[in-house]
């Protein structure tokens, strides 16, 4: 600490200002840059939260960027399915997986009249399918309905089946953030928690 001699102080107002003076030096010297007396009467930073909250925040804008991603290759799913095989197109819940799920496998009416609705249904509930058997006589009907085939039938087939699978791996990657991970110690701890995220969402 420097010392501040006092030029010409006397009687009590002299004592007066010398008793002030330890606080004048503080002041001088955390203007000057030296902040260890500041530094010691600062509260304990709280970083990890911080780091916790700027981690969930990245999750969140990470996460909506794949759901945008998944609705645009749903589009896609659609948009060539409609060309192919539109009476089923028609019919199904797109705000589901399921439909997705469908799709990937079958995306013509003659696949459908070979496997048959029993094979249909076993098939998606080995998916599991809640609605195995609803989408299986969805599907049956389709095929019955509709009786042309379209040009390049194989081929538009298979972009169908690809889109689809690309749509079911970013539903897998949404999934996979967002349901909870075992850290060290076995404790669940939720990656990203939906009221969290949209919490999080709000703010920004």
């Known amino acids: 600490m420097e010392t501040v001699i006092q030029v010409g ?8 200002q010398a008793r002030s003076s330890p606080r004048t030096v503080r002041q001088y010297n955390s ?12 509260p304990a930073r709280t970083r990890p939260a911080n780091e916790t909250v700027a981690g969930l925040r990245l999750l969140v804008a990470y996460r909506q960027e794949l759901v945008a991603d998944e609705a ?21 819940d797109w705000t589901s997986p399921s439909s997705v799920i ?26 599991q399918v809640w609605d195995a058997g609803h ?13 042309e085939r379209p040009h390049a039938e194989k081929v ?3 972009i169908v089946a690809n889109l689809a ?25 939720p990656i990203l928690h939906h009221d969290a995220g949209r919490r999080l969402g709000d703010e920004r």
């Open 9 to 16: 102080a006397g009687g009590p107002k002299g004592a007066g």
């Open 31 to 42: 203007r000057n840059g030296n902040a260890a007396d500041v530094r010691r009467a600062e």
């Open 72 to 92: 645009q290759a749903i589009a896609r799913v659609r948009e060539s399915l409609a060309t192919l095989f539109p009476s089923l197109e028609r019919r199904l």
């Open 102 to 127: 469908l799709v990937a496998r079958y995306q013509t009416p003659d696949h459908v009249r070979r496997a048959g609705p029993r094979r249909i249904n076993a098939y998606l509930r080995r998916r």
């Open 135 to 147: 989408l299986s006589a969805v599907l049956t009907e389709a095929a019955n309905e509709q009786t």
């Open 156 to 158: 538009a087939a298979r």
């Open 165 to 189: 699978a690309d749509a079911l791996h970013l539903r897998e990657r949404i999934d996979k953030i967002s349901r909870p991970a075992a850290p060290r110690g076995g404790r669940v701890s």
